[in-house]
């Protein structure tokens, strides 16, 4: 049987086309066959080259052939976010408000990714200006479900096998819910590991990178190729890029202690999954309270995100409101009622919330909790699922990681999300890789655990 290339993982699909063994033109090739078969269905796509994506792997190709150096994503296919920059390549932010921009330059991660030997396929779909109504994607686990948001078409695209790869933003919880909805892989960095510039900006303190894949592995890869130094994000630091990718494959050196943390919100079926789940891991995971302030963090982050909302798409707004959701006028008309000392206030939370963090982490090695508060919400309830479990994590500025380990009766994808120490992304990268290969497809444990 000929072997289903676009179904390969990141890493593998790297290490056969450094080898020689494929082409990155036929990795590319097989991915917009994907794209192709399943798009109509899924529309995870707001644009796709074909001749260009082929057009980079045959220069790829070349590049390998005639001695050239390769990057570690040396022929891989990657889907953009629609919110991030592509050089000569639309970004139109997902409103008709930006209809027809095409940027000039690269955002800095992309560039990143080209000189990594990314093959960027194309743009993935985003929510309206990256906030909370509903894209025209679908969920590819059932059809009639929301993917989450707002990096829906860059979970659904991974998940489906479009692509190996692709890159997301998280203000809320837009990688971390969606990777939970659809059954992937979605990290979720510290704070200013991944640069900025050229990503449309929503909320500056909170706006993160982050990555979908199938494998802890090749999330990690992904993220450590975008991270480094970006001289036009303030955010970023002159820093050795993390080890990321090495992280993925080491066993800890002794097993992990998990703090399990249930926030208010919860839907039963997560409720009962992670009673169960605490089961499994016996001694390796307890139960503990939240820190304190939690319970008011999801709050102080979207008051946060409110105003600077109001303050960032004040042009967007001023060309064009009224072609803008009533959901997302009604959020800028919020930010703008929001008092300066109110905003500069929540600012503070920051410091006061990782002092828990920090706390709780000195006993343990990671925080486990859900990812989302139960399976993706029907399409025809109008949102994108609520972003409580994730939120006050965004906040913190700690890395977080999803994991598609857990399942509902209907087999529906339900995500189990660990969380670390700012600054420790690879610990927690080693803390997740350690999880899956307990509990993951090839665990013979319930049904729920396996995807």
Known sequence: MARDLASLGAVALRDLITSGALSAEAATAACLKRIAETEPALRAWAYVDGSYAMAQAKALDAQRKSGGAVGMLHGVPVGIKDIIDTARMPTEYGTPVAQGRVPSKDAHLVSRLRAEGAVIIGKTVTTELAFLAPSRSCNPHDPTRSPGGSSSGSAVAVASGQVPLAVGTQTGGSVIRPASYCGVVGFKPSFGLIGRSGVLAQSPFLDTVGAFARSVEDAA???????????????????????????????????????????PGVEPVMNDAFAELMKELGDCAHRVDAPPGFAEADAIRRRINLAELAKCYYALEHHGRNQMSQQLCDALDEGKSIMARDYLSALDWRQVLNAGIEELLTRCDAIICPAATGPAPELAQGNTGSPVMNGPWTLCGVPAITLPLLTDDAGLPLGVQLIGRRGEDARLVRTATWLMRRLGPQHPADERKSQ
């Open 221 to 263: 890869l992904l993220a450590e190729a975008m991270s480094g130094h970006d001289p036009h994000d303030s955010a970023t630091t002159m820093t050795p890029r993390p080890r990321l990718s090495e992280a993925s494959t080491q066993d800890p050196p002794l097993p992990p202690l998990l703090a399990m943390v249930m926030l």
